[in-house]
């Protein structure tokens, strides 16, 4: 399973707070240095407000070098001189048809030679296998998809062990939800199982959703694509009330393993 040490490394070598005497102290000090870099997927001709609230905290000061792409510039290769990249809320079929056929295939080819997904929201459903338009990044499906427009408001999460040891945070916790897909596995054989790291403990249940149905489906889910890392969040906690560490922590697990990255740390997924 996870081990603690290693994310309390990096989430200290990126505040700067690791001692320059300790043993392992110059690997500490070259992760501390080398920035995570983030491509935002962004198509607004301005910041839209996703990408504005991930702006807002994944910074040099954090430890992370985030920057928006739209969907022209991953189709021209732009995710080779990143870690990682979040799709971010909105719609998971129009971001689908931004990227076009070219730049969903150029995402599956940036994490299936190593690089990090993170998927927030609509940027999960695309990370789903469950649409003709989905990248098919983790074998999960949406649960009572008839229902998906179920509504938005605070629900809480149960985390899971898994959840405490990579993101920090245990027990119950209360993020803003808003139409997110509620996880379920899928059989697809070619992928492998996904590891849970929060379920929902409450629900929104608006718009004709049966009451009941969101309760213990899965909010936060990683696991691997190739070399590559993915982690989906259904609920939204990069909005300014978070708890923002979700969403660092798991950026931060998903970009380490870049084949970029010289940091060190562990690149197995059960190694961290």
């Known amino acids: 399973m996870f081990r603690r040490v290693p994310i309390v490394a990096f989430a200290a070598c ?9 043993p392992g102290s110059d690997v500490v000090e070259g992760a501390r240095k080398r920035l995570v870099r983030v491509a935002i997927f962004d198509e607004s001709s301005d910041v839209s407000k996703g990408p504005r609230n991930l702006l807002a905290f994944l910074t040099p000061e954090n430890g992370y070098s985030a920057q928006r792409v739209d969907s022209a510039k991953i189709r021209a290769g732009c995710l080779g001189a ?14 689908a048809a931004e990227l076009e056929d070219a730049g969903r295939q150029a995402v599956r080819d940036f ?4 690089g990090g997904y993170v998927g927030i929201c609509a940027g999960s459903y695309l990370a789903t296998t469950h649409y003709d338009w989905s990248l098919g990044l983790i074998n999960a499906r949406v649960w009572d998809r008839a ?21 920090g ?3 119950t916790v209360v993020v803003h939800y808003n139409q997110g897909p509620l996880l379920v596995p899928d059989d697809k054989p070619q992928l492998p199982g996904y590891e849970v790291l929060a379920t929902f403990e409450t629900e929104v249940a608006d718009k004709g959703a049966q009451p009941g149905s969101m309760v213990g489906t899965h909010a936060i889910i990683r696991s691997r694509f190739g070399t590559g890392r993915v982690i989906c969040y259904s609920p939204h906690p990069e909005v300014p009330d978070g708890p923002n560490s979700l969403i ?7 970009g380490r393993n870049s084949k970029n990255q010289t940091t060190g740390l562990s690149q197995s997924l059960h190694g961290d």
């Not at 990143?82 to 971001?95: A, E, H, T």
């Open 248 to 254: 660092a922590a798991g950026v931060g697990w998903a």
């Open 169 to 171: 945070q245990g027990g």
């Open 111 to 114: 994490v299936q030679d190593g």
């Open 147 to 167: 229902h998906w427009a179920r509504g938005g408001g605070d629900v809480a999460l149960s985390m899971t062990d898994a959840g405490l040891r990579l993101l």
């Open 82 to 95: 990143y870690d990682v990249l979040i799709i971010p809320g909105g719609s998971g079929s129009k971001q």
């Open 14 to 22: 990126c505040a700067g707070l690791w001692p320059v005497g300790c």
